[in-house]
């Protein structure tokens, strides 16, 4: 009778462990930003997405090595030869609230071909700038749009009413993405337009303020 109870209190105990593992794995599955999705593009091409990880630094020096002098101006609003380290890890070792980043792979051959990302802004918590960057041979497919939609929904949840960009006067696929998305350019200086994409309804960003 005393070994039956003690393996009944074995058993009991293995159960709680069970459960309370089980608990802690949907815990963490759900604070887990790395939630992956795949997306089919305009031609056809498949990608997977999914939230920038601090391990992913290779992918992202890999987006910047695929793009052309003229991206890399268009993205960075000057001439760009490379990423330091310092920049890799700024842009990999991110909170997934106030700084929120989402890579691209291509499905056919594993390659990065894009990055969408937003940083809120500590002036006001409401916005968060955004940034777009895809490699040549990859725009004109739709792919920045799918990035920014997709963040759009996690900059949402995080209480960001509307995404600020700055871009070269020039960058006409930045100025037709910002325009597919509702927004309108607020100022212009120095060859740069700056544009503000509205995120959420008017009177749920005036409710927030």
């Known amino acids: 009778m005393f070994n039956h109870h003690v393996q009944a209190a074995l058993a009991a105990g293995r159960r709680r462990d069970l459960l309370a593992a089980a608990q802690a794995a949907r815990l963490a599955r ?4 790395r939630r992956r999705g795949r997306a089919v593009l305009r031609d056809g091409s498949r990608v997977l997405i999914a939230p920038v990880r601090a391990g992913d630094a290779p992918l992202v020096a890999e987006v910047f090595a695929r793009l052309s002098a003229r991206s890399r101006r268009m993205r960075y609003l000057r001439t760009k ?13 991110i909170d997934h609230h106030d700084h929120e980043a989402l890579g691209a ?7 990065g071909v894009g990055i969408a990302r937003y940083v809120r802004s ?7 700038e955004v940034a777009v960057t895809v490699v040549d041979e990859w725009q004109g497919r739709g792919l920045g749009a799918e990035l920014v939609a997709r963040l759009s929904g996690r900059a949402r949840a995080a209480g960001i009413c509307r995404f600020t960009a700055l871009a070269a006067a020039d960058n006409v696929a930045v100025a037709g993405l910002a325009r597919s998305f509702g927004a309108h350019p607020v100022r212009g200086e120095f060859g740069t337009v700056a544009y503000e994409i509205p995120l959420s309804p008017a009177a749920a960003c005036g409710a927030a303020r």
């Open 105 to 111: 792979v291509a499905l056919a051959d594993g390659r």
């Open 122 to 128: 500590a002036e006001d918590p409401r916005a968060a």
């Open 30 to 33: 759900q604070a887990t930003p």
């Open 81 to 93: 030869d490379e990423l330091t380290p310092a920049e890799l890890r700024y842009f990999t070792e």
